[in-house]
């Protein structure tokens, strides 16, 4: 199952995502032991990392009479606003101090214009523009990727889907994964995973 040809994509273990971050998903540090000792075993690691401009219009306070957690309409559709989170440069856009991957070879930041989202690890929210992800991949001859990280239901999830329509055979370990879980988001990103033909796995489904 773990071959050469398959990549381990680590998904925005940040301390914002994290108890004590601007937008804390509850257990997030919990994944980091799991990663670091799934990272061992693949020859190719790529870590997410959000990392926006300060005044990010995913941010509520860039929107007046908006609170967080809240929607907005985009030109490129309907977009959930945040706290303030993972602001390039800061402590909490760093990378977890728990995950231990210093041999990972490449880190894609996403969601560095100031104007357009980015949950995904391959293209940003107006669907449109690649990071350059899925390239790097091809380039590689990698066929299959492993997602895990933070959120389940938002950049685990549509850093998974976009695997897949990439054409990448695509698994997501569950115990690696923390979710938000923001009004059923949980269950619809699980769906939608699924529909894509994004494999729900376990860590034992990925043997010893
Ligand atoms: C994420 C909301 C906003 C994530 C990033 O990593 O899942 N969620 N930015
Ligand atoms: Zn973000």
Redesign the pocket.
């Known amino acids: 199952m773990i071959d050469a040809r398959t990549a381990l994509i680590v998904?925005?273990v940040q301390n914002d995502?994290c108890p004590g971050g601007k937008?804390a998903v509850a257990g997030g540090d919990e994944i980091a032991p799991l990663v670091n000792m799934l990272g061992r075993r693949f020859a190719t690691v790529v870590l997410t990392q959000?990392w926006h401009p300060a005044g990010h219009s995913?941010f509520a306070s860039s929107h007046p009479g908006h609170k967080p957690f809240e929607t907005t309409a985009m030109p490129y559709g309907t977009q959930v606003l945040?706290p303030d989170?993972?602001v390039q440069g800061s402590e909490g856009a760093a990378f977890h101090p728990g995950l231990d991957l210093t041999m990972a070879q490449a880190v894609i930041r996403k969601?560095c214009r100031r104007e357009v989202?980015s949950?995904s690890g391959f293209v940003e929210a107006d669907r449109t523009t690649p990071t350059g992800l899925g390239g790097y991949l091809k380039e590689r001859d990698i066929a299959r990727v492993v997602v895990v990280g933070?959120?389940t239901d938002?950049?685990?999830s549509w850093t998974a889907q976009d695997a897949a329509r990439d054409g990448f055979d695509t698994l997501v370990v569950e115990e690696a994964c923390r979710a938000?879980d923001l009004n059923g988001s949980l269950d619809r990103a699980w769906a939608e995973m699924t529909a894509l033909g994004v494999r729900r796995t376990r860590l034992a489904d990925l043997g010893g």
């Open positions: 998904v925005d995502f937008l959000d995913s945040w989170h993972c969601g989202d949950y933070l959120a938002f950049c685990v938000i």
